[in-house]
Structure formats: C-alpha cells, structure tokens
C-alpha cells in the first residue's frame, strides 16, 4: 500500500517569502491532517479536512497560513509571508476515518522540512 | 482543549534494560491514547495504542498501561535494543468524534549497545 506523499521534502526561503507545500493522502482516506513539527516538540495540529471541508482550523494562523483539499483528495499548505518561527516539519497525515465509527489508525508523510533565514 | 504532559524529554539506558515513558492527560472525555515512535528524519508511526475500556496492553517487548482515575497512562518497553531509540510520542483523543489527538512533546529514547 503507498504512503502519505509529501512534496517538497526540504525547502530553504527567506522572511517574508512564500512557499506552498502538497500532500496526497492514502488512497481511501477521507480525513487529512496538517501538523507543524518544530525541532524537539511534538506535532501540533493546523488543520483537519473530512472530504474536502475542515474540521478544524482553530490552530492555524490565518492570517499567513492557507490550506485547501479542493477535490477532497490532494491538499496544499501554503504559508505567505514566512516568517523565522515558521521553520518545522510540516507533517500530513491521513486516515480513513468515518464520523462515529470509532478510531483509525492515523498514517504520517514524511514530512516537508522548511527553513525561514 | 486537551493538554498532554510526557516525562521524561530524554532517556537514556543500556542494551537490555527497561524504559518507562509517562504522560498525562487534561480532559477526562479522552478515550483513546496512541503512541509513535519517530526516527530520526522519519515519518511517525504508530506502536501501540489503548482505548479507555481497557487497563493494559501487551505487544511482544512493549506494553501500555492506562489509569482512567489519575488521567495517566504510560509506555513499557523491556528488554531494550539499539534499535528502539528514537522519539516517542504520546497522544490523546476522543474516538468516534472528529478525532483530533493532541501529542506529548515527546520523549527521545537512547539505548546503549
């Protein structure tokens, strides 16, 4: 069964800069998950997709942050203008996941390295 | 929201000792607790992991324990090898709903040959 797949896996841009990053989900999977990983925390959630709707975008800082899952399969994270704090793992993940039907397992990417200088 | 504490931030033990990783939970709701270990540059992935109805689970070296009571519950590996050390991560959630865990800040294991 393929993985999450994630694009770029590393990227370097400066302050102020922009930069857009893509997730395909396991195939099936209708919940989508991006979570930011800065270096020695654990992943905090941005933002939950069932289908293409959101769940969940309490966490997400709207005003730079965007995310969208048009076709309810593939998303992208775009962050616009980046800043230093921006630099983390941006993590997707995926499950397949139905309201009320209990827990399933949640399938991470590789993650998507980012550095803001 | 949920809040979840994870002890210790690093661990440290040689080849063939236990490791104990402990985490605690804000909301009483929470029903579900998995745990991800993540290697160095690599994806998370999932363990282990226990719902509220039951106190224990076993999974060959490893093994997780849930005290509803305390809003605690912790990691048991036995019998350590290098290749477990890594980042493990705990979380909680609530099942069946919108299903959003919250992470521990993680636990970086280091096994000793």
């Known amino acids: 069964e393929a993985g999450v797949a994630q694009s770029p896996r590393y990227k370097i841009i400066e302050k102020r800069q922009s930069v857009a990053f893509w997730c395909n989900p396991i195939s099936g999977h209708a919940t989508l998950y991006w979570y930011q990983q800065i270096l020695g925390q654990g992943p905090k959630l941005l933002i939950q997709?069932?289908?293409?709707?959101?769940?969940?975008d309490s966490q997400l800082p709207k005003d730079r942050f965007s995310a969208e899952r048009l076709k309810g399969v593939d998303s992208t994270l775009k962050i616009q203008p980046a800043k230093l704090e921006d630099s983390a793992v941006y993590l997707c993940?995926?499950?397949?996941?139905?309201?009320?039907?209990?827990?399933?397992?949640?399938?991470f990417g590789e993650g998507s390295w980012l550095t803001v200088v | 929201g949920e809040n979840v504490e994870q002890h210790p931030s690093t661990l440290s033990v040689q080849e063939g000792d236990s490791a104990v990783i402990k985490c605690t939970y804000s909301?009483?709701?929470?029903?579900?607790f998995p745990w991800y270990k993540q290697e160095l540059g690599k994806r998370p992935q999932l363990i282990i992991d226990?719902?509220?109805?039951?106190g224990e689970k076993k999974d060959q070296r490893i093994a997780v324990t849930l005290n509803k009571t305390a809003k605690h519950f912790s990691l048991h590996i036995t019998e350590t090898q290098p290749e477990d050390s890594a980042v493990y991560f705990c979380a909680a959630s609530l099942s069946g709903g919108s299903y959003i865990p919250t992470f521990g800040r993680g636990t970086s294991l280091i096994v000793h040959p």
């Open positions: 993940a995926s499950s397949f996941h139905l309201q009320g039907a209990g827990v399933n397992t949640i399938y």
């Open positions: 909301d009483s709701a929470s029903n579900y």
């Open positions: 226990i719902r509220s109805n039951v």
């Open positions: 997709f069932q289908n293409n709707g959101v769940v969940d």
